[in-house]
């Protein structure tokens, strides 16, 4: 089995100022990796997956993540934020190969002030 | 491409009466389904697996009583709510797999149930 952790509840941040959203996961199998973007009210978009190859991630809206497998993170990043970036951000992993269904972190809140 | 459609998006009903929650996946075949449930500021709890033709796959403490999911179609689910309680309100979303993948899932846009 394996488990995420978003060390964070709550980011806030400045708008144009750069973001990390943390994720960590223990499992002891190989692993796909996920971060999810949900705005109020709905449900989640993916951002952007590793599944293998590179391990700097690009994804939607300017966002990218880094997996670092000696460590078990896959951190979320975007150097300058706007507004519209306000929103629930989950990271998710699965075991890789495509029967296991991923398991979600707790979320975490990003919220960008003027 | 890749949408899936979740109706409806809000409801709200009397303590005691059902309701149903559709999932359609818009332009692909969703072999398998999937429903959470989120409470306020907290993740998805995975709730069911929905296999299209068979019966749905509940995880541990699920009432499968309560919330009856039925998936007759390549692009139909829907989850039934039966005789709803207040404990029952929440966030419900459904997810749909485009491919054999279940770790790639696309998502509806939820529905927010409120139970009086």
């Known amino acids: 089995a394996q488990s995420v952790t978003q060390l964070d509840s709550q980011v806030p941040v400045f708008e144009e100022a750069p973001v990390e959203l943390r994720c960590n996961y223990s499992?002891?199998?190989?692993?796909?990796l996920f971060w999810y973007v949900q705005y109020p009210n709905q449900g989640l978009q993916l951002l952007l997956k590793y599944l293998s190859g590179s391990t700097l991630v690009k994804g939607i809206n300017g966002f990218e993540a880094e997996f670092n497998k000696s460590q078990t993170s896959f951190h979320l990043r975007k150097p300058s934020v706007h507004i519209s970036d306000t929103a629930e951000y989950f990271c998710a992993v699965s075991e890789s190969g495509g029967s296991y269904i991923p398991t979600f972190g707790r979320g975490t809140s990003l919220i960008v002030h003027p | 491409g890749a949408v899936v459609s979740q109706h409806p998006s809000r409801v709200i009903c009397k303590s005691g009466t059902s309701v149903k929650i559709e999932c359609r996946s818009l332009d692909f075949q969703a072999t398998t389904m999937f429903w959470y449930r989120q409470f306020p500021k907290q993740s998805l709890m995975l709730m069911a697996t929905?296999?299209?033709?068979?019966?749905?796959?509940?995880e541990q403490g699920v009432e499968k009583d309560k919330f009856l999911i039925n998936h007759a179609s390549l692009t139909l689910s829907t989850l039934t709510v039966t005789s709803a309680h207040p404990e029952d309100s929440s966030f419900y979303i459904c997810?749909?797999?485009?491919?054999?993948?279940?770790?790639?899932?696309?998502f509806g846009a939820g529905t927010r149930l409120s139970v009086l």
């Open positions: 997810s749909a797999c485009a491919g054999a993948a279940k770790n790639i899932q696309y």
């Open positions: 929905s296999n299209e033709g068979s019966k749905a796959t509940y």
């Open positions: 499992s002891s199998v190989s692993v796909y």
